[in-house]
């Protein structure tokens, strides 16, 4: 069946430091791939998003690249900071208006 | 522009009851889709809605239903409240026409007691 798999956390990092959240992902067909971050208390918010193979999504210094040949989505951020400390899911959706599969999350820890 | 609303914010319920939840989705969205997160794990699909009827169901047992209005606003409905429906239920809403990004709601958080 379809599903994610994210790296286990709770991952605990220094301010500045680069991150990497690993995510591979098996579906039939090709899937679009989201990382949704959901902070302290709240809902869901998208990230940043690929739709094809290539595509780099990217959004307030976090990146992650649509790897088909490794089916993977890994999370990327070059310095990270305290405010970035949340719960992060990286999903997959095979269609448009289909149901998004997420993985189990990576909780996140910066340190000041 | 009101993203998704959800009500109410927390709820308390004991076993056997019954349990209504409301989303109000983004202004131009027509589609509304229903999550179940439990404590500690990603959302889970419960179903969505178009045009006011079920279209896709996630792997939940027929307590679970719903409701979508003309004015594309949704329900979730749990009858016979077990301690396991204990979970934040997630609201998110898109547009058919206007691409595949869903928009969350804040959550409601249902406790079984």
């Known amino acids: 069946g379809n599903s994610v798999t994210q790296m286990e956390g709770p991952v605990t990092l220094s301010e500045e430091a680069f991150l990497t959240i690993n995510c591979t992902y098996t579906?039939?067909?090709?899937?679009?791939l989201f990382w949704y971050v959901q902070y302290p208390g709240e809902g869901l918010q998208l990230l940043l998003k690929a739709t094809k193979a290539d595509d780099k999504g990217s959004n307030k210094g976090f990146e992650a690249t649509y790897r088909k040949e490794t089916t993977s989505f890994h999370l990327e951020k070059g310095s990270v900071q305290v405010s970035d400390s949340a719960v992060y899911f990286c999903?997959?959706?095979?269609?448009?208006?289909?149901?998004?599969?997420f993985g189990k999350g990576t909780r996140l820890h910066i340190l000041p | 522009d009101a993203g998704v609303t959800q009500s109410p914010t927390h709820l308390i319920k004991t076993r056997g009851q019954q349990v209504t939840l409301r989303c109000s989705p983004k202004?131009?969205?027509?589609?509304v889709s229903w999550y179940q997160q439990a404590l500690g794990q990603g959302p889970q699909f419960i179903f969505q809605?178009?045009?006011?009827?079920?279209?896709q169901r996630g792997n939940f047992p027929d307590r679970f239903s719903g409701h979508q209005f003309p004015n594309y606003s949704s329900e979730l409905n749990v009858n016979a409240l077990l301690l396991g429906d204990s979970a934040l239920y997630l609201c998110?809403?898109?547009?058919?026409?206007?691409?595949?990004?869903?928009?969350f709601g804040p959550g409601t958080r249902l406790l079984v007691l």
């Open positions: 998110a809403s898109s547009s058919t026409y206007g691409g595949e990004t869903q928009y």
């Open positions: 999903a997959l959706s095979l269609n448009r208006d289909d149901k998004i599969i």
């Open positions: 579906a039939t067909g090709y899937p679009s």
């Open positions: 202004s131009g969205h027509d589609t």
């Open positions: 809605y178009y045009e006011e009827e079920e279209r």
